[in-house]
């Protein structure tokens, strides 16, 4: 059974940071895409960060770059996304993905199979 779980979470104050963690186990993630994504209070569920299977290259929403750094650890079958300097509007529930590599699309949440529980980043200004 595929299972992604997040941790890493909590409450900071602007300025501050967080590294996130997602750990998959049932299979082999090494060639999936991975994802960040997130949902603030009544709002949609946006793209964060991605990374792609095999190459590793990175894709970032345009309000976090220079803040965040998405990464993996293959052999731990782990993504990470580590978070500087946060802002009260990155405040939301963080949830990581997963899908066979395409190649395109990361910010389309549509595309990955595979989801977390999500954990909750909360920022105080």
């Known amino acids: 059974q595929v299972q992604l779980v997040e941790s890493g979470g909590g409450l900071v104050q602007a300025g501050g940071s967080l590294r996130l963690s997602c750990a998959a186990s049932?299979?082999?993630?090494?060639?999936?895409?991975r994802g960040w994504f997130r949902q603030a209070p009544g709002k949609e569920r946006e793209f964060v960060a991605a990374i792609s299977g095999t190459a590793g290259a990175t894709y970032y929403t345009d309000s976090v770059k220079g803040r965040f750094t998405i990464s993996r650890d293959n052999a731990k079958n782990t993504v990470y996304l580590q978070m500087n300097s946060l802002k009260p509007e990155d405040t939301a529930v963080y949830y990581c993905?997963?899908?066979?590599?395409?190649?395109?699309?990361?910010?389309?949440?549509?595309?990955?199979?595979?989801w977390g529980q999500g954990t909750q980043v909360t920022v105080s200004s």
């Open positions: 993905a997963a899908r066979p590599r395409i190649g395109s699309s990361y910010y389309l949440d549509g595309t990955y199979n595979y």
């Open positions: 049932g299979r082999t993630f090494s060639s999936y895409d």
